[in-house]
């Protein structure tokens, strides 16, 4: 069976924007923890309702809440995944083995890159709501004011939680809880940084590089 990619990495370090890229050029399935959360949110179901406070403070969601959308939303029999956003912490990543990939070849990729440079990057993020290109208003800005590239779709996005304060306490928790799950890919062997500071061009280069197929 195909091997299963876990992206680690900050907020805004471009996990989703390489993602989608793997996704359309190589035929992944992207699952983004938070893309599902957010969907539950737009949806205005039960779910929603009960980590929109949460997911506005830049905390983090119950583990038994992402454990089970995962579960649900991900077939591995469809093919290989790319894991986006899960995990979050090292319970997280003990369940994503145990129950999700079992004993199915897996890699974790870590999106290395200086932190301080992504709160700028995450304020001026926008994502298309049609397509889910991401932009970034200094950085990648859209050709035409408002207008996505890919789609034509005029709704570009600002995340509720890509404000400053929100993406402060994001940020702290990345920072405290990273570590041990660093440490528990490089116990198991299947751990690779990528330097995730250039475009997004070249870190989707470096990725291939790594996955090689
Ligand atoms: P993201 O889109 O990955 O930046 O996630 C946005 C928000 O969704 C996070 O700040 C959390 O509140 C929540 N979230 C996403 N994935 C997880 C996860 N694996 N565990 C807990 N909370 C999560």
Redo the contacts with the bound molecule.
């Keep these: 069976m195909a091997t299963q990619l876990i992206f680690l990495g900050g907020?805004g370090s471009g996990k989703g924007t390489v993602a989608s890229m793997l996704k359309n050029k190589k035929s992944y399935q992207h699952i983004?923890?938070?893309?599902l959360?957010?969907a539950e949110i737009d949806k205005g179901s039960e779910l929603g309702l009960k980590v929109k406070e949460?997911?506005a403070s830049?905390?983090?969601?119950s583990?038994d809440i992402?454990l089970q959308l995962l579960k649900d939303n991900c077939n591995l029999d469809l093919g290989r995944y790319i894991f986006?956003?899960?995990?979050?912490n090292i319970d997280?990543a003990r369940s994503l083995d145990k129950v999700v990939l079992q004993d199915v070849k897996s890699l974790a990729i870590y999106f290395d890159i200086d932190l301080g440079i992504l709160k700028d990057r995450l304020v001026n993020r926008r994502t298309c709501g049609d397509c889910g290109t991401i932009y970034n208003l200094v950085f990648k800005p859209p050709k035409k004011e408002g207008v996505c590239d890919k789609c034509g779709g005029t709704r570009l996005v600002h995340r509720k939680?890509d404000n400053e304060e929100t993406v402060e306490s994001?940020l702290k928790?990345f920072m405290s809880t990273i570590s041990p799950i660093i440490e528990y890919y490089e116990k198991k062997g299947n751990l690779v940084k990528v330097d995730a500071s250039g475009g997004s061009e070249d870190v989707f280069k470096k990725v291939c590089t790594i996955i090689e197929d």
């Design positions: 907020p983004s923890t938070g893309d959360l957010r949460i997911m830049g905390a983090l969601v583990d992402v986006d956003g899960f995990p979050r997280q939680d994001r928790v």
